[in-house]
């Protein structure tokens, strides 16, 4: 099989010299995207639990569909009315039937994927009522038979997966200052540590950074919960308390940086117009949510960044090279960062799979390094080559699928 490992010298600029407006996005935890990410993504951890503690083995999945259809809501300062439920609907493919010992066993697919995705919503949402407020349904049907074949090899092959897909992974280390900040103000903003103490935020928030020069703008949106607000003077108080804890925040992440933030932005309170819900999220309210829309794998979405359009959330982490291998190149990417100890700016790994191929043996392997100045490219050539040996061993692919199962690696 033809085989393609390069590593050269990019031919552009690190990040943080570009003269080009940089631009980040997080969308939080509580957006109804992410919602709909993290829904996913805990349905195929929790079949493969349950596929590995029944069988001793894990059977064919994707999950990776799923949508959040808003509600109708009539928030008002002190609470509000609830008129139409969201509705929260999982799709996708799962093996729910397996014949053992000339019997055949059935799996309740659809009770652990329902189970899954109350306990995703109950876990994020402070303020939302799984009685009440939503309403969960199910679309989940068995895999087709070509796929779960190539499935079914890759589980027979002494745990060496078998690409399900000719597709590829990207990433790139490390991050930059704009990026550190929009990724550790949603995570901030959403810890019970802020929510404690700022109880009229909710979790469906949205950071939109960019980068000119030496200065960052933040523009933040954060859902607010009504019952906690009782008139416009607290309303701004807690849209304050949130715009001054990102500035502290920045002066630890970015102290280089001139940062500023705006907070809802889009509120006019003399004419009654704010972010204001009951749940704590915009689905409440008409806006919808899809697996995929969101952030990348690395919690981000980077349009100044090489980037893949891929939903890794769902899938499966045994053989599903869409997901396998967006998460494998950043990994890849901030170990050869590590490794270089400041002889390496920037590392940028593309991956490409073919079908039916071993995972750890990409068709394609593309790593592109930015050298510190007076650094010998071959020396760092050298770093790029051992780390990508050990990122694409048998035994680190095991790993990051045990990680992935456990719930330990970020995916959105």
């Known amino acids: 099989m033809i085989k393609i490992l390069k590593i050269d010298k990019a031919k552009f600029d690190p990040i943080e010299k570009s003269d080009f407006p940089e631009i980040v996005e997080r969308k939080g935890v509580g957006h109804p995207d992410s919602v709909c990410d993290a829904a996913a993504d805990a349905c195929s951890r929790a079949l493969c639990k349950y596929y590995f503690k029944t069988f001793g083995r894990y059977y064919h999945h994707n999950v990776d569909k799923a949508a959040l259809v808003g509600g109708i809501s009539k928030p008002e300062f002190g609470g509000g009315l609830m008129i139409e439920p969201q509705y929260f609907l999982i799709v996708g493919r799962a093996i729910n039937q397996i014949l053992r010992e000339n019997k055949l066993e059935y799996i309740p697919v659809a009770m652990i994927c329902l189970d899954a995705c109350h306990k995703v919503v109950s876990d994020v949402f402070r303020n939302l009522d799984l009685t009440d407020d939503i309403i969960f349904d199910y679309a989940v049907r068995p895999g087709s038979i070509d796929l779960t074949g190539v499935f079914e090899e890759s589980d027979a092959k002494e745990q060496i997966p078998l690409a399900n897909d000719t597709s590829f992974g990207v990433g790139y280390a490390p991050f930059s200052d704009c990026e550190k900040i929009t990724l550790e103000a949603e995570k901030m903003l959403n810890s019970d540590a802020f929510k404690n103490k700022c109880k009229g935020s909710g979790e469906d928030i949205k950071v939109m950074s960019h980068r000119i020069g030496n200065k960052i703008d933040i523009t933040l949106c954060c859902a607010m919960?009504?019952?906690?607000?009782?008139?416009?003077?607290?309303?701004?108080?807690?849209?304050?308390?949130?715009?001054?804890?990102?500035?502290?925040?920045?002066?630890?992440?970015?102290?280089?940086?001139?940062?500023?933030?705006?907070?809802?932005?889009?509120?006019?309170?003399?004419?009654?117009?704010?972010?204001?819900?009951?749940?704590?999220?915009?689905?409440?309210?008409?806006?919808?949510?899809?697996?995929?829309?969101?952030?990348?794998?690395?919690?981000?979405?980077?349009?100044?960044?090489?980037?893949?359009?891929?939903?890794?959330?769902?899938?499966?982490?045994?053989?599903?090279?869409?997901?396998?291998?967006?998460?494998?190149?950043?990994?890849?990417?901030?170990?050869?960062?590590?490794?270089?100890?400041?002889?390496?700016?920037?590392?940028?790994?593309?991956?490409?799979?073919?079908?039916?191929?071993?995972?750890?043996d990409p068709w394609v392997n593309s790593i592109s390094l930015i050298p510190a100045d007076n650094v010998n490219f071959a020396s760092i050539q050298k770093i790029a080559e051992e780390v990508s040996a050990e990122k694409l061993s048998k035994e680190n692919i095991i790993d990051l699928r045990e990680r992935l199962i456990a719930g330990k690696v970020q995916v959105f």
């Open 225 to 360: 919960v009504s019952k906690y607000i009782n008139d416009n003077d607290e309303y701004i108080n807690y849209t304050n308390q949130i715009k001054e804890s990102i500035l502290d925040l920045a002066t630890k992440i970015t102290p280089e940086k001139e940062v500023n933030c705006s907070v809802n932005v889009a509120d006019n309170l003399e004419k009654g117009i704010m972010y204001l819900t009951i749940t704590g999220t915009s689905a409440e309210a008409g806006d919808d949510g899809q697996v995929g829309r969101g952030n990348r794998s690395n919690g981000l979405i980077t349009p100044c960044r090489t980037m893949s359009l891929e939903a890794v959330c769902g899938k499966n982490p045994i053989n599903h090279v869409g997901k396998i291998y967006n998460i494998l190149s950043t990994e890849m990417a901030r170990a050869i960062v590590k490794n270089g100890q400041g002889d390496i700016l920037e590392a940028h790994v593309k991956l490409l799979s073919q079908i039916g191929r071993p995972i750890t």
